[in-house]
């Protein structure tokens, strides 16, 4: 049953209406396919390492997150606060109008200071690629390239679209071997996962994991 993907996905749930029936649900699913980490609003994570303990799914959450606007400091005191309380991985978003406006130095050092939260803990750099074009999405891929976060990811599940292929194209081609690649939002489908794969995509966030390996039908609304 597509086990080898299993590994490669963040079973995300990160919707306002977030509470314990919704966390249990994603908490059984994440420890019956062994995902990868569950990604959870940060007031959860607690609680799902509690509940996760024993098992090899670690916990991933959101910082800035979603529109990335937040003071750099504050997104560093997030993710120092989330690791504190037992998450493995941070998601942060970047903040979107300083890239727009060319203040490239503003969004290498926004990422800088959360990565020097998160310490030897896994950073991936939220993009949100629906608002940017192809060159902006090769600049930005450079600047998370130089800034040391681990991954690049390519949408919050928050904007007018999630991944698409293109994007991983484009980020690949800046990333070689030296960066990973998080696809998350739109990916409804096994062969969406595979094309994502093989163009270069090794994690990938979504609230549909257990649909799409299973083949069948997610519940409305899933990200």
Not at 50 to 64: D, N, R, S, Y
Request: charge should be neutral; glycine fraction near 8%; proline fraction near 1%.
């Amino acid at each position: 049953m597509n086990k080898e993907y299993n590994r490669m996905i963040d079973h995300t749930y990160l919707k306002a209406d977030t509470n314990q029936t919704i966390m249990n649900k994603l908490i059984k699913e994440a420890k019956e396919f062994n995902f990868k980490t569950v990604c959870v609003p940060s007031a959860w994570v607690a609680y799902c390492k509690e509940q996760l303990q024993g098992t090899e799914v670690g916990i991933t959450t959101v910082v800035g997150f979603p529109l990335g606007n937040s003071i750099s400091s504050v997104k560093a005191f997030e993710a120092a606060e989330a690791i504190r309380a037992g998450a493995d991985e941070i998601d942060m978003v970047i903040n979107i109008g300083k890239l727009k406006d060319k203040d490239y130095d503003y969004v290498l050092n926004d990422i800088k200071t959360v990565k020097a939260a998160c310490g030897s803990h896994i950073l991936k750099v939220i993009v949100e690629t629906a608002l940017l074009s192809d060159e902006e999405i090769t600049e930005v891929s450079k600047i998370v390239k130089k800034s040391g976060a681990e991954f690049i990811k390519t949408s919050t599940g928050f904007s007018t679209r999630g991944a698409n292929l293109n994007d991983i194209v484009l980020m690949k081609k800046v990333a070689g071997d030296e960066m990973l690649i998080k696809a998350a939002g739109g990916i409804s489908t096994m062969q969406d996962m595979i094309d994502m794969f093989n163009a270069g995509a090794t994690r990938f966030g979504t609230s549909r994991s257990v649909s799409i390996l299973t083949n069948t039908e997610a519940e409305k609304g899933a990200y």
